[in-house]
Nanobody, 116 residues
């Protein structure tokens, strides 16, 4: 298993910002995609933002223009900067990493709560 360590969740008012971090903790693994999903109560897990194979970025329509994914290869860390947060962004956010052989790894999840 590849440990994915998340941090940065919390409670924020609508319009505020948070930054999530996800570190793999192991520099020798090969990953071709890494990013974030989220799951709100009673809803399915959905992709929020990701680096795809080939180094492109992919965002959910609902977060385009507000969220930015970035990475630090030297630290094997991916960040999700979330601005202009809305109550509907409230969810547990999960970091994932996927190997070229399509093995998926998940973080423990971090709660993001946006109050109105």
């Amino acid at each position: 298993q590849v440990p994915l360590v998340e941090s940065g969740g919390g409670l924020v008012q609508a319009g505020g910002s948070l930054r999530l971090s996800c570190a793999t903790g192991r520099s020798t693994i090969v990953i071709d995609s890494m990013g974030w999903y989220r799951q709100a109560p009673g809803k399915q897990r959905e992709l929020v933002a990701a680096f795809t194979a080939g180094g492109r970025t992919n965002y959910a329509d609902s977060v385009k223009g507000r969220f930015t994914i970035s990475g630090d290869n030297a630290k094997n860390t991916v960040y999700l900067q979330m601005n202009s947060l809305k109550p509907e962004d409230t969810a547990v956010y999960y970091c994932y990493a996927r190997s070229p052989l399509s093995v998926w790894y998940w973080g423990q999840g971090t709660q993001v709560t946006v109050s109105s």
